[in-house]
């Protein structure tokens, strides 16, 4: 059952944004709409304009065409390399959001052992960044991120620097957790298997400019699992069509 | 006594100051400066007046001071005097009274005997430019020996500091050096030098400047009577070592401790103070000569050294104590 | 499959998955035996040296009041720091050095931040910066008295002029390579203007901040040392200024007593601020 | 599916990525104007600067030859600049730089290598190396009277001694933070003693060497200042002692004069040094 | 069809390996044999002792127990990170090993040309690391491997920080060149399609001491795709093996 059927009302509204950095156009008049709820994953090689996005719509860089509108929603961000701040301990950067929103002290330390206690690190709040691996790096940052108490949570490729069985885990993780907190994810990926793994819709960009190609829609149940028939039958279909657009680039 | 600039020794008007920022340097040719501040003779004649003093290792500090208004009065020897007076063009200082004379000659390694033997060889001075090397220089073009400024010709001559100057004479680095008190002394002491030549013996009477007393003009202008007492004070010092000498040398020596934590020896500070000659007269003839000796050897640009003297005070308190005055003509 | 099962299972992967990755701890020897490694090769270069140097004593390759016996300096050394002068000098000196020291930081640390962020201000005053600590000390002396007058401030000024632009630079290259994420994930945290400096800049800059107050000591260090000669301000004697009378009276034996003292200050402070930098970067896990 | 069209897809998937890959190379804007960019700044604050001076001598704060104006300063600068010998001086204290400064590379390097390769003598004379760093040039005078008399030897002494700590020390940092897969790689090359020194080691420590050089540049040019004091070697007087004589005579003209010539030769090498340091970091891919 | 049929002479064999870091055991009595050609890849959890067997094989390290031949053949060896020297060029990188073995300039520069075609990477010879992306680096840091001219191949997670569809090509590439270049090689990894995608052989080693637990025959048809129904049905029974050993070291 995919929430798409239930029609919720859309958050992030793109109409035909373009972005350009000088001459050079990474974003050609895209179009797109993300509903309340909705986990969309944006698939693409590189350089087509998937951070970029990401940015445009967190706010970070002004788009240069076409209209973005989330109806002044709160965004957090997450990123391929945790980004963790490593002078403060875990709890203390997951507490930094609540920090500059200016949440008293007890109640900060409250809604911290709860989200690490959702990330599964509820013993390791005293720990530095440095001491945990990747993996658990990469959920106090999703811990961070829901601290910041956002109706649209963006990642950009937060697993891609994983190894397989981690990022394996945190899908299961992070499926959990988008349904538990009724979160609206905007998530970009390279790896198709993980986009159709976690994805309600999966949108295909072209490369340089980026483009809306394909829009699939994913509507096999969940909880999925990433060596399933069906997600690597949807993957080869989707992995093909990359492919393709990718040798469009060859010398 | 006196001269065209008399404004200062006309009256004893003009308002004491509050403190008198006084300079001088931890070293024996500042033995008046030493014993008077040691005995509190300068605190005694000044009355009401604060004595701040502040000491300095160089002399361009010193004029540094000056100028900037951080002392009002120093002694300090008469080559930075000299250059002091050039660089303000006549206007910020004055001298208004001798305080040493003597103890500064040529000492050398065992062997060289005449100005001869000194070709080819390295002689340090204690900088480019001042007292001792301008002495230095003049002597050896009297004797027909040249020396230019970048340590080349018949003879080398190399300023340095006084601590590298001993410790390179020590270990024959250097043939000789041309230095002052108490540094004249402790080569011929310690380091086994001999005299080749004790500068007494150029001048007249034996008499050549080491160290006065300078004060910057507006001072004087301003407050004439402090400056009185602070003259009043010098000469006490001066009478106290004409009179106790064994006592002086004990109280500068004493002061030398104070203010650098290691006394001079008793055979180095003996020698010393038998060298120097503690007197009110600025020998103005030697100041003049001295300048003259370096325009001649290039070292100085011409200046017009008329009115750097200011003896009025010293004069006035001279005469009042029964003492013959002194001059300040160039011959 | 049932979602609770699902759940569960993954509850125990996730626990071992974490588990794996985070290497066992070690164990690191024990203190005695860890300070004794550090300590014996120090021990023998001391030896080694003072081996040494008696032996050339004894060679008498030149005179004993040039070149003293060890025996000699450490007598002296040890009538030297056995009065209470040399402890107010080394009182005064300390002071004058830690003051300086951290007005050269305030100064610094605000000259950087605001060099860092405003790009003209760096394209005009940048190299200045640096050609600034090409400076000697000597020639500030000057500046010092004009400004100051002679004060212990006229001290301070030329140690602050030696030590600021290291301190400056640290924290400018620091603010420099802040990485680019870290910033983003301020921005989007809503980090603006103070609370981005003390939340994001400050602490992410300490590393090299931290480099750039080493190197700032040793800049101020040694222009204590030549502006300590500038004025001597009645009561105990400054390190600088016995450095330089040992010079004076030609005591060599002195000399070395107090190149002893200086090393060995300048080493204890490097000890420290090694202990500062290593810490930082332990917790930050830049060391391994 | 066939092996050859499997194979052909993939040159072109390949050949494809690659080209998405790398970004696309941007035009940097014209020289001129990079330029200007960079210029304008430092005209301006130079500017200030002369404004804000000259306003202070207009403003009669202190008497003329205390604090001279900048015409005065600039028309002395110019007589000074022009005479021959002033740049006869330039060339003595120029080579006595770079000679001091080759070798306390030199120096520093064998130093830096030995130390790195060998954990005892680390332990015994790393914290030595940078408490040398604090120790005032002036202090080396007596030694390097005792060493060399008083010889140009002297002067390169006390330089060398204040610059080859820093070399080492860079060396050193360099070396420490090889990373370990460099290391391993040579290893599984083959690389041994020598060629691993040459082909690994010393390229990989090239960054920090670099700055380790800044730094001892710093170092060695204000001990050169110093040092230049000590001798007056026949020839052309040097900029140190042009420096002193200003300052004996109490020509405050001549001194502000000699301050800015060795700011100026303070920033030309500091240029030199960034500039080889960015082609470095750039050509390493360090710098974005 | 598989080597492993043909059953070439063995030339890694391991009998009884441990190895000991103090009194950790990383790998306790780990016993191993690797055929002429084949390709045989190493799977396990975080902290098995992966890299420490292939240091031992590439006699990085010493080992504490059993026996380990090679006879005396010559090994290279591949890591995560591409390691390579950002001072040389990616022609000097490749030649490095060339020139280590004393061969002569011309010669040098021939089989520079020569492998960085193998690799696709023929224009690139001029560029630095720095300017290539993480993918082209790790096809430069394989062409310094073969320049090595070894035996063996040793790779240790070479493509693990890799994003999904460079990893997939790379995959093709490196099967290629194996099957070109009749490559023998251990190949370390944590991700399971990988080691079903590419290997002759899998081996499953437990974690903390790290011992051989399952050794898996791959039988399928080359070239495979890694989202082939058969890849993703053998990769799911191997994962569901895993994820038990890995759960064992819950807390
Ligand atoms: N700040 C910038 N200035 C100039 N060009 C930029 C900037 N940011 C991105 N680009 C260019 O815009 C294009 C899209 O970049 P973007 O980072 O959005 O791609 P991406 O899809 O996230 O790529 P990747 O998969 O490599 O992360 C690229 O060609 C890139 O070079
Ligand atoms: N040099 C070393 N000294 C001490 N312990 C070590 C050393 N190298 C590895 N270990 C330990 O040995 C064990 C095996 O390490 P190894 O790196 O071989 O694991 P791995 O399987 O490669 O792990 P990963 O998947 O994280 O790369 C780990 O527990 C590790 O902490
Ligand atoms: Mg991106
Ligand atoms: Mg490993």
Redo the contacts between chains.
Sequence with gaps: MSLLDQKTESVVRLEGVSKSYGDLLALDRVSLTVRQGEFVCLLGASGCGKSTLLSLVAGLDAITGGTLDIGGRKVSLMFQEAALFPWLSVRGNVELPLKLQGVSRAERRRRAEELLDIVRLAGFADKRPHELSGGMRQRVALARALAQDADILLMDEPFGALDAMTRDILHDELERIWREQHLTVLFVTHNVHEAVRLGDRVILLSSRPGRVIEDYAITHERPRRIDSPEVSGQAAEITDRLRSEVARHAR | GGDDNGAASATGGGSDAATLRLGYFPNITHAPALIGVNKGFFQTALGSTKLDTKTFNAGPAAIEALFSGAIDATYIGPNPAINGWAQSKGTGLKIIAGSTSGGAGLVVKEGINSPADLKGKKIATPQLGNTQDVALRAWLKENGLNADQQGGGDVSVLPQDNATALQAFAQGAIDGAWVPEPNYSRLLLESKGKVLVDEKTLWPNQLFVTTHLIVTQKFLKEHPATVKKLLQGHLESLDYIEKNKADAQKAANAQLEALSGKPLKDNVLEASFKNLTFTADPVAASLFTSAKHAKEVGLLKPVDLNGIYDLGPLNELLKAAGKPEVSDAAA | MP?ET??E????????????????R??KGNLGRRVW??????L??IALVLLVWQSVVWAEW??I???PSPATVFTDLGNVITTG?FWGGVRVTMTRAFTGFLLAVVIGTVIGALVSQFA??????G??I??????????W??LA??LF??SESAILFVVVLGAAPSVANGLISGIDYV?R??L??G?????RGI?KYR??IL??S?PSFISGLK?G???S??SL??GE????V?GA?SI??????A??????SL?IC??IV??????L???LFNKADNSLRK????LS
Tied chains: 1, 5.
Aim: glycine share 6%; aromatic share 8%.
């Design positions: 979602a699902t759940l299972r993954d509850d125990a992967q996730v626990s071992g998955l974490d588990a794996l990755e985070l290497a066992p070690r164990e490694r550090s300590a014996w090769p120090k023998l270069a030149k005179p009041y040039v070149l002068d003209p201000l760096r394209a005009a005053i190299s200045l640096t050609g600034l600590q090409t400076m000697p000390s000597i020639m002396f000057p008295i004009l007058q002679l990485p994420t870290w983003r994930a921005q989007v945290m809503g980090m609370a939340h994001l602490p992410a300490l190197q000591w040793a800049f260090w040694r040392m030549a000669l500038l004025v001597i009645p004697l600088g200024v016995r450095m330089q009378q010079r004076d009276l030609s005591d060599s000399v107090y190149i200086v090393l060995i200050i300048g080493i402070i490097d000890v917790r930050w896990g830049l």
